[in-house]
């Protein structure tokens, strides 16, 4: 029964990310829900929330195309590719991700997403990548900028 009912959970999921339906996407998610991916880190709950809420407002040209959902009683996985403009520097990029997912109480409580966060630099931001990654700071700077712009879009919707 529970891996059926998963199943449709990460096909809503991933039709409301395709439609930018960020309250469709959530409502996919545990209340206490653990969301990893090499861009955020660790968000938790309402956090991870809305990551994905503040993504989809203001993402004005993502497009995602996803395949090869599958789900079982506790696990499920994808995969997803984004393409869009990253804003801060007007650049293009092209992100394929592998998901995987744990359910409980018919809602997705554990995702990890999973990318090489130094091809999604060098889309997104050009040479400044590589001096980030030759210093060994890609990760922890990726991850900062994007922790700050997701704090900064919390304080906003309070």
């Not at 206490?32 to 991916?37: G, R």
């Not at 359910?103 to 990318?115: L, M, N």
């Not at 999604?120 to 400044?128: P, R, Y």
């Not at 700071?137 to 997701?150: F, Y």
């Amino acid at each position: 029964m529970y891996a059926m009912l998963n199943q449709e959970v990460l096909e809503h999921f991933y039709h409301c990310f395709k439609y930018k339906d960020a309250e469709g996407m959530v409502s996919c998610y545990h209340d206490k829900v653990v969301f990893t991916d090499p861009a955020f880190g660790t968000l938790k709950g309402e956090a991870a929330k809305n990551m994905w809420r503040m993504l989809l407002e203001r993402s004005t040209t993502l497009d995602i195309d996803y395949s090869n959902i599958s789900a079982d009683a506790e696990h499920g996985k994808a995969h997803w590719t984004a393409t869009y403009i990253f804003s801060k520097t007007n650049r293009e990029v092209v992100n394929h991700v592998t998901s995987k997912f744990e359910f409980k109480d018919g809602k997705i409580i554990r995702h990890i997403d999973s990318f090489n966060l130094k091809i999604w630099a060098n889309q997104a931001l050009g040479i400044k990548s590589t001096l980030l990654h030759l210093f060994g700071q890609l990760k922890p700077v990726v991850q900062s900028n994007a922790r700050k712009t997701l704090i900064g879009y919390i304080k906003k919707r309070r």
